[in-house]
């Protein structure tokens, strides 16, 4: 079976405003109906046309040559552990990434690099009420077939252009959601210290910067 087209852990539409958007929407509808999504539920699209990135920013994609998705988490952790959640996930990119090409790092806080180009980049939301975090998404895009991008994007590259392969972006998807049943058991468990030592492991420093480096 085809991963986006398996309903009950992915809910793929071919055009949305922003994926993180339509989850909170599903969330929504989803508790006024009484029921729940499970961990690591996931909506994905072919075509954003209100992304968002970091901050102001935004995430430009082509259309069908990425992976632009969000997942859903109920972690146990409170509020002030959130920067765990952080590591799980960029960490979870990271070590999916590094199934297909080499040198793949985290750019902190959440963008992920090969090399010295940005290959992904992950935008996450808490939804906190009082003492307790109720729920978490994890927006992520993967730069997988596209080739030509913006002029006005400083660093962009994708797995086509790094390996000169085509990509399926389902079979990708899944990798995300194994690799990170893997990192998320660690959360659960409160394996924190482990999370936090393998994520800043993984940290990326600019080679361009320590060739500039006088002593």
Not at 100 to 117: L, Q, R, T
């Amino acid at each position: 079976m085809n991963f986006l087209n398996n309903k009950s852990f992915c809910h793929f539409v071919e055009t949305t405003h922003s994926t993180n958007l339509l989850l909170h929407e599903l969330i929504a509808q989803h508790q006024d109906s009484g029921t729940g999504l499970p961990d690591f539920f996931c909506v994905s699209t072919d075509y954003q046309t209100a992304a968002k990135a970091q901050g102001s920013k935004t995430w430009l994609s082509s259309r069908g040559e990425n992976i632009l998705a969000t997942f859903y988490f109920q972690p146990p952790i409170a509020p002030q552990q959130q920067s765990y959640f952080n590591y799980f996930f960029a960490l979870t990119v990271r070590k999916t990434l590094s199934l297909y090409i080499n040198n793949v790092k985290i750019k902190k806080p959440n963008d992920i690099y090969a090399d010295d180009k940005k290959i992904a980049g992950i935008l996450i939301e808490h939804h906190i009420q009082g003492e307790k975090l109720i729920y978490s998404i994890a927006g992520v895009g993967i730069n997988i077939n596209q080739t030509q991008f913006d002029v006005t994007l400083p660093n962009p590259v994708s797995l086509k252009q790094i390996t000169g392969k085509t990509f399926d972006r389902a079979e990708i998807l899944e990798k995300i959601v194994e690799i990170g049943a893997f990192y998320y058991k660690k959360l659960q468990t409160g394996a924190f210290l482990e999370l936090e030592a393998e994520y800043e492991a993984h940290i990326y420093k600019s080679t361009h910067n320590m060739l500039n480096v006088s002593f």
